[in-house]
């Protein structure tokens, strides 16, 4: 942060410079590994995961959702230790170059491929809470900008399915895990989509965060959380469907900065 040339690298240097918060698919596979090879308990025993209410959230029944549970567990426990490097990381954008100023942030934010300038402003204005002191309300108002920006890029793709479930049932919208589904089968990369799904809406045993959030679970937000959530913000805005030869359909590109 403190080598950046101005506040606009710098946020990019956040978002990407040490990856997807819960690490990569092939590093949690490997880990996941190694504990299921010394786990006896694990092999022999059962799980369940229980909500915030106290209620069940998820009982893996088949070998593939009891895999799941074990990466969902393994990411979490990643976060535990970046989510907290990446909260001090976004405080020293500001403490190293100072606070933007809103109209600064939104211009900067109106360069991404699909961003109108109110969803910049809008994203502009948590930034700013997170720096002037408020990372709670930071938490709140950025977390739904994760299922927009994932919306937009569907939309974008001309991929169907927003427009097909929002005629069949009026009223209703496609949830995060299903707009993320999707991107993942037009090729968003892996480790990325499961460190958005992971941290917002994973009921396998991630944070969950998003959803804990919108029904009233969370009680307290500090930095790390919101940190790890604009992290999932900043990788989303850089992307927009990319045009292949010969190809009418588009799919998402694997990374753009």
């Known amino acids: 942060m403190a080598n950046a040339t101005d506040w606009r690298d710098a946020l990019i240097q956040f978002a990407f410079a040490y990856g997807p918060a819960v690490g990569t698919v092939g590093n949690t596979k490997r880990l996941?590994?190694?504990?299921?090879?010394?786990?006896?308990?694990?092999s022999i025993g059962t799980t369940e995961i229980y909500g915030s209410d106290g209620l069940p959230r998820f009982s893996p029944q088949t070998d593939t959702e009891k895999h799941e549970m074990l990466l969902a567990r393994q990411e979490a426990?990643?976060?535990?230790?970046?989510?907290?490097?990446?909260?001090?990381?976004?405080?020293?954008?500001?403490?190293?170059?100072?606070?933007?100023s809103q109209a600064d942030l939104t211009e900067f934010f109106s360069q991404g491929p699909l961003t109108s300038h109110?969803?910049?402003?809008?994203?502009?204005r948590?930034?700013?809470?997170?720096?002037?002191?408020?990372?709670?309300g930071a938490t709140f108002t950025i977390a739904p900008k994760v299922e927009t920006l994932a919306r937009e890029l569907v939309v974008s793709l001309d991929a169907?399915?927003?427009r097909?479930?929002?005629?069949?049932?009026?009223?209703?919208?496609?949830?995060?895990?299903?707009?993320?589904?999707?991107?993942?089968?037009?090729?968003l990369d892996e480790s990325w989509y499961r460190n958005i799904l992971t941290i917002c809406g994973n009921p396998a045993g991630g944070w969950n965060l998003r959803n804990e959030l919108a029904h009233g679970f969370v009680g307290e937000c500090g930095s790390p959380g919101a940190a790890v959530l604009f992290q999932c913000v900043m990788y989303l805005w850089t992307l927009g469907p990319k045009q292949k030869e010969a190809e009418t359909d588009s799919e998402v590109p694997d990374s753009s900065r």
């Open 164 to 187: 097909l479930q929002r005629q069949e049932k009026p009223g209703q919208y496609p949830g995060l895990a299903s707009l993320l589904s999707t991107l993942r089968e037009r090729g």
């Open 118 to 124: 109110e969803l910049a402003s809008s994203i502009a």
């Open 77 to 100: 426990f990643t976060l535990q230790s970046t989510a907290p490097l990446l909260a001090h990381l976004l405080h020293k954008v500001a403490e190293v170059h100072g606070v933007p």
């Open 160 to 162: 169907g399915v927003y």
């Open 32 to 42: 996941v590994e190694e504990y299921t090879q010394v786990s006896i308990i694990e």
């Open 126 to 136: 948590c930034f700013i809470r997170f720096w002037t002191g408020d990372p709670e």
